[in-house]
C-alpha cells in the first residue's frame, strides 16, 4: 500500500504565503511523476502544478509566478510553496503521485490540506 500524507496548510492573509508538504510512504519501487491538485467550494478539481522525476515542471495559468513545486527524491517528498496567495487560491489541496511497484504503475491521493486566504 502507498500513502501521501499532506501537511502546511492554514490561514493567510492575502499576499502571504504558505508551503505545502506531502510524504509519500508504503510499499513500492519508485516515485515518477508528483503533483499538486486543488479544490474549490462548488467547483471541480484542478491541476496547480507537476514535477517530473527529472524535475521538469508544468504549472497552471493562475499559479504561474506565484506557486514553486519541488520535490526531494531522497525523502519521497513533494513541496508547494505559494507566495502572493489570494482568496481565489482559497481550496483543499491534494497531492499525488504516481508510483511504480509490482503491478503496473499506479496514481496515489493524499487526504487534502485546507488552505484559507482571507481578504
Known amino acids: 500500500q502507498v500513502q501521501l500524507v499532506e501537511s502546511g496548510g492554514g490561514l493567510v492573509q492575502t499576499g502571504g504565503s504558505l508551503r505545502l508538504s506531502c510524504v509519500v510512504s508504503g510499499s513500492f519501487y519508485s516515485i515518477n511523476a508528483m503533483g499538486w491538485n486543488r479544490q474549490a467550494p462548488g467547483k471541480q478539481r484542478e491541476l496547480v502544478a507537476t514535477i517530473t522525476k527529472r524535475g521538469s515542471t508544468n504549472y497552471a495559468d493562475s499559479v504561474k509566478g506565484r506557486f514553486t513545486i519541488s520535490r526531494d527524491n531522497a525523502r519521497n517528498t513533494v513541496y508547494l510553496q505559494m507566495n502572493s496567495l489570494k482568496p481565489d487560491d482559497t481550496a483543499v489541496y491534494y497531492c499525488?503521485?504516481?508510483?511504480?511497484?509490482?503491478?503496473?504503475?499506479?496514481?496515489?491521493w493524499g487526504q487534502g490540506t485546507q488552505v484559507t486566504v482571507s481578504s
Open positions: 499525488n503521485t504516481e508510483v511504480y511497484g509490482l503491478g503496473p504503475p499506479s496514481w496515489y
